[in-house]
Structures are given as structure tokens and as C-alpha cells.
T-cell receptor
Framework: EADIYQTPRYLVIGTGKKITLECSQT?????MYWYQQDPGMELHLIHY???????EKGDLSSESTVSRIRTEHFPLTLESARPSHTSQYLC???????????????FGPGTRLTVL | RKEVEQDPGPFNVPEGATVAFNCTYS??????FFWYRQDCRKEPKLLMS???SGNEDGRFTAQLNRASQYISLLIRDSKLSDSATYLC??????????FGTGTSLTVIP
């Protein structure tokens, strides 16, 4: 079944650690996104990609980096985690414009990150 | 000015009530429109796409008014399980999705 996956679902880690949040999709989508969302607050786009070897920064400044070596995989890395990075991170994917008349986004279940 | 604006609510309605949410968008070139539902601490899930002619899915009706740059969602016969945050989402030429802040709905027994 086509889906979008995120691991880990929950992560508690100490300040200064390097972490990678994984996102994979089996939907055949070219475009992928990372959003950050605090409880009860709106979604903020932090990174997106149009396809392999494409990465772009979103609207919200972020100290994280992303890579897109394979179509299915869009990991997000924090080189040195800080308490201010505590949040929920949501990965999403969609078709590119022109591939469908209505290209909605599909979201993964999210990673809830706590940095102590 | 934000790309997408929604009344954050909260809307507290009794079971069986009809409730309507509104959303405005700023980019007249926007191409696709959606309503998503987000439960507490969960990911957003597509509720319905919004088509130019308006569309209905069971108790849910979505309308689009391109001239006024306005989208609406009507929920009839509200159920307790409808309690969630409803996100208005607009896609420009396909490159970016813009999310509203969400409207919180609580259906009360």
C-alpha cells in the first residue's frame, strides 16, 4: 500500500547531539516537504524538494539540513540539537504541478522531538 | 498579509448542529484548494478537495468563490467525532502549499 513513513515517532535527546529524522514515501511522488509545528500552532515549511538532488529552504529559518539522494527518501538532519528545536516535525509529499489536476499533499505521522 | 486566513475559533457547537468555516486567500492565481482535518498531536489528513463547482461528501460541503477568493466548509449534523482542527490549504501554481492557521471545532454532547 502506498504510504509515507517517518521514524522515529518520538525522540528525546540531549543538547548537542546530532540527529536525523527519516522520511520515506512509496507513493511515487517527486515533491517532498518538511514542516515544523508546535502544539496548537500553525504549520511552518522548513524545507522542500522537487526531486532527486533538489533541496530548497522554506519560509521558516531552520538550522536543519536535508538531502534528496533517492526519490523515496528525504531525511532531515540537525547537526547539534538544542532545546529550541523541540517540536513536531511533519514530512509530506505530493505530485509535481502538471502531473495531476489536483495534487494534494499527504503527510507522514510526524516525529515528536524533545531536546533536553 | 498572510496567504491564507482563517477564523481560528474556537467553535463549540452541540451535536447535530450545522457549522460553517470560512477561509480567504490572497493569491488570485491559486489553482487548487483543500480542507484538511488535524486531530490533536496528529498529522493533517485530507478531508476534501474543493472544486470550482462546489462539492459534497456526505455531511460535508465545500464551496469555492474565485471572484471573492473565498473558500467555505459546511458540516451538517455535527458528530462528536468531528471535533478537530480544520485547515484551509491553497496551492498556487503547484509549487507551494499555503496553510491557514486552522479553525478549532469542538462538538459538545
Amino acid at each position: 500500500e502506498a504510504d509515507i513513513y517517518q521514524t522515529p515517532r518520538y525522540l528525546v535527546i540531549g543538547t548537542g547531539k546530532k540527529i536525523t529524522l527519516e522520511c520515506s514515501q512509496t507513493m511515487g511522488h517527486d515533491k517532498m516537504y518538511w514542516y515544523q509545528q508546535d502544539p496548537g500552532m500553525e504549520l511552518h515549511l522548513i524545507h522542500y524538494s522537487y526531486g532527486v538532488n533538489s533541496t530548497e529552504k522554506g519560509d521558516l529559518s531552520s538550522e536543519s539540513t536535508v538531502s534528496r539522494i533517492r526519490t523515496e527518501h528525504f531525511p532531515l538532519t540537525l547537526e547539534s540539537a538544542r532545546p529550541s528545536h523541540t517540536s513536531q516535525y511533519l514530512c509530506a509529499s505530493s505530485l509535481l504541478a502538471g502531473q495531476s489536476s489536483y495534487n494534494e499533499q499527504f503527510f507522514g505521522p510526524g516525529t515528536r522531538l524533545t531536546v533536553l | 498579509r498572510k496567504e491564507v486566513e482563517q477564523d481560528p475559533g474556537p467553535f463549540n457547537v452541540p451535536e447535530g448542529a450545522t457549522v460553517a468555516f470560512n477561509c480567504t486567500y490572497s493569491n488570485s492565481a491559486s489553482q487548487s484548494f483543500f480542507w484538511y482535518r488535524q486531530d490533536c498531536r496528529k498529522e493533517p489528513k485530507l478531508l476534501m478537495s474543493v472544486y470550482s463547482s462546489g462539492n459534497e461528501d456526505g455531511r460535508f460541503t465545500a464551496q469555492l468563490n474565485r471572484a471573492s477568493q473565498y473558500i467555505s466548509l459546511l458540516i451538517r449534523d455535527s458528530k462528536l467525532s468531528d471535533s478537530a482542527t480544520y485547515l484551509c490549504v491553497v496551492n498556487d501554481d503547484g509549487n507551494q502549499f499555503y496553510f491557514g492557521t486552522g479553525t478549532s471545532l469542538t462538538v459538545i454532547p
